[in-house]
Every structure is written in structure tokens, then in C-alpha cells.
T-cell receptor
Framework: EPEVTQTPSHQVTQMGQEVILRCVPI?????FYWYRQILGQKVEFLVS????????KSEIFDDQFSVERPDGSNFTLKIRSTKLEDSAMYFC????????????FGNGTRLTVT | GIQVEQSPPDLILQEGANSTLRCNFS?????LQWFHQNPWGQLINLFY???GTKQNGRLSATTVATERYSLLYISSSQTTDSGVYFC?????????????FGTGTLLAVQP
């Protein structure tokens, strides 16, 4: 069964550094998402991406975040200047066409900001 | 936006027991998924069930969309069932159709 793959599985960075989290969605999927889960809390929506542009973003997704689909397969989340509170698990998801289709999630990247 | 409430927040079971987890949501949805988050933090998709009933082994789920709730049944629980169970719903949000997650049910199955 096709999977969403995320790399790296764990990243440690210093406060103020830029990080890029990478995702390869399922081939032929059209809708892409990033979610965040701070330790012990629920999974929160960050941003959705469709047709090469952001279709919706949450209040969490401020100017320090950006997303990009640089080629036909990768989908990236960039955090420009990391803060301690950015430490979390970040999940990528993708979905096929149509409203009645499930989201498929990757295994996540655990980001630790020191 | 849609509100998603899960109950109970915590549940402790002895191995072999059965359990029912509930998810209430505040508006009409066209997507509902149940996930199990394992100890490594991975979200394992259990069911895509915007309506009706599905079964997969010891797990089954029922969504009554008109009454805005879904139930996840776990029978003959095993220690490997431990973890957090999330319900997530999606409304009629145009091109986005994002999922909104509930706060989860933390399940601990003791041997």
C-alpha cells in the first residue's frame, strides 16, 4: 500500500536556526497538509496546500512558517527561526481527489529545539 | 469551527476486556477517521468511517452522522492496544477539507 514518507524521523536544532522538514506524499494525491502535535497535546492543523498554493492556514502558521512543493514529489515545511516552543511532532498528510476521501498520514518528524 | 469531544479521556483495562470509545462532533461532517497513536508517536489509521459500521478484526466502529457521534469498539483488548485513540472529523470545507482532531482517549491495557 502506498505510504506518505517523512524525513528525518528526528531532528535536533538550536534556537534561531532554520529547519526544513520533508515529506513525499502518495503519488497522484492532490491535497497536502502539515499538522503539529506538541508533546501530550492533540494534533493541530497547520496548513493545507492544493494546486501549488496554500488553500488554508491556521493561526499557528505565522510568518516564520512556509511550505513548498519544489518538484512533483516533495512537500516541505520550513521554519525560518526556530523557537523552543516549536518543539513538537510534525505530521505530513495527503489526500486523493474528491471530498469523500481519507487523509493518509506519515510517521512524523520529531523536532527538538534546544 | 467544528468541535470534537472524545470520552472518556482516560481508560484503564485488564487484558481481555472490551471497551467503547466515543466521539461527539458539533456539525455535519463528510469525513471521520479513527487513529491509534502508538508509543513511538505514529498515527495509525484505523477507520475511515463518515457513516455506517465497519469492522477490522477485534476493532469495529460505528458513525451515526445524523446524531453527530461515532463509537470505536475494542474487544478482547491486548497490551499492544495501549496508546492514544484520536477521532478526527472533516467538514464541507471546499478545497481544504482538513481534519479536526479531538483531544483523544488514553488507553492503558494491563496484563
Amino acid at each position: 500500500e502506498p505510504e506518505v514518507t517523512q524525513t528525518p524521523s528526528h531532528q535536533v536544532t538550536q534556537m534561531g536556526q532554520e529547519v526544513i522538514l520533508r515529506c513525499v506524499p502518495i503519488s497522484n494525491h492532490l491535497y497536502f497538509y502539515w499538522y503539529r502535535q506538541i508533546l501530550g497535546q492533540k494534533v493541530e492543523f497547520l496548513v493545507s496546500f492544493y494546486n501549488n498554493e496554500i488553500s488554508e492556514k491556521s493561526e499557528i502558521f505565522d510568518d516564520q512558517f512556509s511550505v513548498e512543493r519544489p518538484d512533483g514529489s516533495n512537500f516541505t515545511l520550513k521554519i525560518r527561526s526556530t523557537k523552543l516552543e516549536d518543539s513538537a511532532m510534525y505530521f505530513c498528510a495527503s489526500r486523493d481527489r474528491g471530498h469523500n476521501s481519507p487523509l493518509h498520514f506519515g510517521n512524523g518528524t520529531r523536532l527538538t529545539v534546544t | 469551527g467544528i468541535q470534537v469531544e472524545q470520552s472518556p479521556p482516560d481508560l484503564i483495562l485488564q487484558e481481555g476486556a472490551n471497551s467503547t470509545l466515543r466521539c461527539n462532533f458539533s456539525d455535519s461532517v463528510n469525513n471521520l477517521q479513527w487513529f491509534h497513536q502508538n508509543p513511538w508517536g505514529q498515527l495509525i489509521n484505523l477507520f475511515y468511517i463518515p457513516s455506517g459500521t465497519k469492522q477490522n478484526g477485534r476493532l469495529s466502529a460505528t458513525t451515526v452522522a445524523t446524531e453527530r457521534y461515532s463509537l470505536l469498539y475494542i474487544s478482547s483488548s491486548q497490551t499492544t492496544d495501549s496508546g492514544v485513540y484520536f477521532c478526527a472529523v472533516g467538514g464541507y470545507g471546499g478545497a481544504t477539507n482538513k481534519l479536526i482532531f479531538g483531544t483523544g482517549t488514553l488507553l492503558a491495557v494491563q496484563p
